[in-house]
């Protein structure tokens, strides 16, 4: 006669339930190298918040988490930046920091441009912050960075959020 516990059958299908780390063995290793991709995304866009969202002073601040702009980064980011802004009252900037991303897709370049186009929508000057030179001639090419002003330096931004 053994001691260990007895589970109740399950009352929806008359079954057992599955016993520790089955559920493990039944999925078993990805097959493929794109299989084990689609698993790694899924769990990072679980863990690892693309964006955050400061109110500070006279600004509200959407800071990108880097170190890309691509897919699943820019509706996250345009998405916090909206509620932000909603709830920016008596604010005169919104700031867009890109300080942490290295590199940004054409989806990147679109956020950009509708971050501006939302800004401004709820009175806000929409200001870049912390772009690396080679991001920025992206910007250039298509003209976008003539919808912000450019703030270079963390003693300008520090100047600008306090008024």
């Known amino acids: 006669m053994s001691n260990a516990p ?19 063995e ?10 084990a991709m689609a698993a790694a995304d899924a769990i990072s866009a679980l863990l690892a918040h693309p964006v ?20 699943r980064e820019c509706p996250a ?28 897709s ?12 939302r800004a401004r929508e709820r009175k806000l000057q929409p200001i870049l912050f912390g772009l690396r030179g080679d991001l920025m001639d992206q910007l250039r090419m298509f003209k976008i960075e003539r919808l912000f002003s450019v703030l270079r330096s963390r003693h300008d931004l520090e100047n600008l959020i306090h008024g």
Not at 83 to 92: D, V
Request: one cysteine or more.
């Open 26 to 35: 039944a999925i078993g290793p990805p097959e493929t190298w794109s299989d």
């Open 6 to 24: 007895r589970h109740a059958p399950n009352a929806r299908d008359g079954e057992q339930p599955p016993a520790a780390g089955s559920f493990v």
């Open 77 to 104: 980011i345009i998405e916090a930046a909206q509620k932000a802004f909603q709830g920016a009252h008596g604010r005169k900037h919104a700031i867009l920091d890109l300080s942490n991303v290295r590199t940004f």
């Open 106 to 117: 054409a989806m990147g370049v679109g956020l950009c441009t509708d971050f501006a186009k």
């Open 52 to 71: 955050d969202v400061e109110l500070r002073g006279i600004a509200v601040i959407v800071r990108a988490a880097g170190p890309a702009l691509g897919q």
